[in-house]
């Protein structure tokens, strides 16, 4: 599987973005779907995840509440639509997929097979 991210960009404080995901292969509906994010200098940290139907998603609590990630097995695409935007929101976000279910496994970026290639999202304040 072959991803790519794009939709970042340079955003002020308290707007809104929408990140895609693009998948390659005829595979995508047997993954479940992550997003991550690296800000300058910090570990890749897990922002949000949704499993092979779309029926299960899981944030983390930096996020949950501004950010809602979503599917379309159809077109081999995700989404994560980014609301309220903060500088801390600032990092490079990545797309990811997993063979693996569950909370546990979403947040663990070791459990991703196939990333994309990253986006840069900018918040100014």
């Known amino acids: 599987v072959q991803l790519q991210a794009y939709g970042g960009g340079l955003v002020q404080a308290g707007g809104s973005l929408r990140l895609s995901c693009a998948a390659s292969?005829?595979?995508?509906?047997?993954?479940?779907v992550g997003w991550f994010r690296q800000a300058p200098g910090m570990e890749r940290e897990f922002v949000a995840a949704?499993?092979?139907?779309?029926?299960?998603?899981s944030y983390a609590d930096s996020v949950k509440g501004r950010v809602t990630i979503s599917r379309d097995n159809a077109k081999s695409t995700a989404s994560l639509q980014m609301n309220s935007l903060k500088s801390e929101d600032t990092a490079v976000y990545y797309c990811?997929?997993?063979?693996?279910?569950?909370?546990?496994?979403?947040?663990?970026?070791?459990?991703?097979?196939?990333w994309g290639q990253g986006t840069q999202v900018t918040v100014s304040s």
């Open positions: 292969g005829r595979s995508f509906g047997l993954y479940s």
């Open positions: 990811a997929v997993t063979v693996y279910s569950g909370v546990a496994n979403y947040m663990d970026l070791l459990k991703y097979s196939y």
């Open positions: 949704i499993s092979r139907s779309g029926g299960i998603t």
